[in-house]
């Protein structure tokens, strides 16, 4: 004979005062007694998920929860008891996957609030209830962000933590406090603290002195300065304080929200966390709110050198065997092979030596002249020949197309697929307020309209929840178009490269070619990554 678990989990929000993990098990015990369930709870198999571990994460990443699934997987448990369903998961997906597990396994699970028995009732209720937690759960969140949203559209921070050098006024000391808010200031507004040399001295290392990140990082954590949290830096937190606004007086919200969707690499039906990116007529902002810490042209030299040094040390990175700008990009158009660099050392009429370098057929390289007879060609040459005709190429087709125009009427494909889908999730809410008032009316069914009606419920919102996700990666796909911008953002890096760097030059050629064909000493094919046609 299996044991009796509880499941219990506060809430959070408004009501979670008297919804104590103590309550919900004092009221699952209660009921257990006054109904004909005969059970007997064991105090190890009562899973208290504490604090707000239960939360922001996914469900198996809950420890109680985890402890719970254990027990069940080794046939511990025979039944299992929830307060509501909403204390199960916030992704109704998720909610119901469990379900299925545990039903698998035979057990029984009963939820009080929606007076649920997976022996006695069907299982579609449980995915109904599962759904409309989800919502409840949704609107809570969107009701929370609301605030934050108008919060920031006023110049004020909403988190409860503050950027580093930066405090909200009204923690300041009393004296500089008082001044403040006499002339005005907002008491949540932020105002620069002892922290904000930290960031000044960022700043200044990547913009004026040209410092990588990973040598910033090294330097600030040397000089004994932490973050916010009393951590060590990182490369990450470096890129995030030259990427926020915040340091130039702007306050911005609601750039990104989390979601929950399937582990792709995970087999099982774990879900994962996902960050969702919003497009900026979405976020809230007021510029100027506070005083900054950093000049609005040092940040603006900071975004753009990230821009130029992300597509660096991407392909750098990737490519670091090869040592000139075109190995592995130049094929030899005789005989289709490789063609790979030779150095040489010549000496010139004064006696000094000078070096040069030149590109050598593979297959005439190692089965010469009599297989194929392409010629040695030089690589400072060819390499000025192809990065011009590149350039040039670039040129023409930026002079020809109207970036801005094409940029916008992306984003009204965006908005057109933003409306699809809130028209979808308005949708969805009517569906589910309908099988909530379905279910309210039970009785007033025969079993078998009910659950038909109850099916028919489910299979639209199942195909509705389908469309939504389809507009979703469609949205997705949009983004990713977003190739003039692109082919600007590599002629602005082409204007800058310095054609002595070979690494430079490698770097560029590797992330705009694909090949480049010669024969002789004639660039016969350039094959670019670009989609320009
Ligand atoms: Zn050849």
């Given at each position: 004979m299996g044991n009796a678990a509880i499941y219990a989990r506060s809430s959070l929000g408004?009501?979670?005062?008297?919804?104590t993990v103590e309550h919900q098990v004092a009221m699952i015990k209660e009921f257990a007694t006054r109904s004909d369930i005969m059970v007997e709870f064991d105090d190890?198999?009562?899973?208290e998920e504490d604090g707000?571990?239960?939360?922001?994460?996914?469900?198996?990443?809950r420890p109680a929860m985890r402890r719970l699934m254990e027990s069940i997987d080794n046939g511990e448990i025979e039944i299992v008891f929830f307060k509501?369903?909403?204390?199960?998961?916030?992704d109704s997906g998720e909610t119901i996957t469990t379900a299925k597990r545990l039903s698998n396994k035979g057990v029984r699970v009963i939820s009080l609030e929606e007076n649920f028995d997976s022996f006695r009732d069907d299982p579609t209720m449980f995915q109904i209830y599962a759904v409309m937690a989800e919502q409840e759960s949704r609107k809570t969140s969107v009701r929370v962000s609301l605030g934050n949203k108008q919060k920031a559209r006023m110049?004020?921070?909403?988190?409860s933590t503050t950027p580093l050098g930066y405090s909200k006024i009204k923690d300041l000391e009393d004296e500089l406090k008082n001044k403040l808010v006499s002339k005005g200031?907002?008491?949540?507004s932020l105002y620069p603290n002892d922290d904000s040399i930290i960031i000044e001295i960022i700043f200044d290392l990547y913009?004026?002195?040209?410092?990588g990140r990973k040598k910033i990082v090294s330097h600030v954590n040397e000089k004994g300065y932490r973050t916010k949290k009393g951590n060590l830096f990182n490369e990450k937190i470096i890129s995030d304080i030259l990427n926020n606004e915040v340091y130039v007086g702007n306050i911005v919200y609601g750039k990104k929200r989390y979601e929950y969707v399937q582990d792709?690499?995970?087999?099982?039906s774990r879900k994962v966390q996902k960050e969702i990116k919003l497009s900026e007529d979405d976020w809230a902002r007021k510029d100027n709110a506070h005083p900054p810490i950093v000049d609005e042209d040092v940040f603006k030299k900071a975004r753009s050198l990230i821009a130029k040094r992300k597509g660096m040390y991407n392909f750098g990175k990737k490519f670091n065997?090869?040592?000139?700008?075109l190995t592995g990009l130049l094929v030899c158009g005789k005989c289709g092979q490789t063609m790979i660099c030779q150095k040489r050392t010549n000496k010139t009429k004064s006696g000094d030596k000078k070096e040069y370098r030149y590109y050598v057929c593979s297959t005439y390289h190692t089965?010469?002249?009599?297989?194929c007879n392409q010629k040695n060609i030089n690589a400072t040459k060819l390499e000025s020949g192809v990065f011009s005709k590149l350039y040039n190429e670039m040129n023409e087709y930026l002079k020809n197309v109207d970036v801005e125009s094409k940029v916008e009427s992306q984003k009204n494909i965006q908005k057109q697929y933003q409306k699809e889908m809130t028209l979808i999730e308005n949708n969805m809410n009517k569906k589910v307020n309908a099988s909530k008032t379905l279910m309210e009316m039970r009785?007033?069914?025969d079993k078998e309209t009910f659950m038909q009606l109850n099916k028919e419920i489910n299979e639209e919102i199942k195909s509705l929840r389908k469309q939504l996700n389809e507009l979703k990666s469609n949205m997705e796909n949009v983004e990713g178009e977003s190739f003039v911008y692109d082919i600007s953002l590599h002629f602005e890096r082409a204007k800058d490269i310095?054609?002595?760097n070979l690494v430079e030059l490698r770097d560029f050629f590797k992330s705009v070619l694909s090949s480049v064909i010669i024969s002789n000493e004639d660039i016969t094919e350039i094959n670019s990554l670009l989609k320009i046609s």
């Open positions: 408004k009501n979670r005062q008297g919804d190890n198999y009562i899973f707000e571990s239960g939360y922001k994460t996914t469900l198996l990443q509501g369903i909403s204390r199960f998961a916030r110049g004020l921070w909403s988190n200031f907002h008491p949540h913009v004026n002195k040209g410092w792709d690499e995970d087999s099982s065997a090869a040592k000139h700008p089965k010469g002249r009599s297989v009785d007033v069914y310095n054609h002595d």
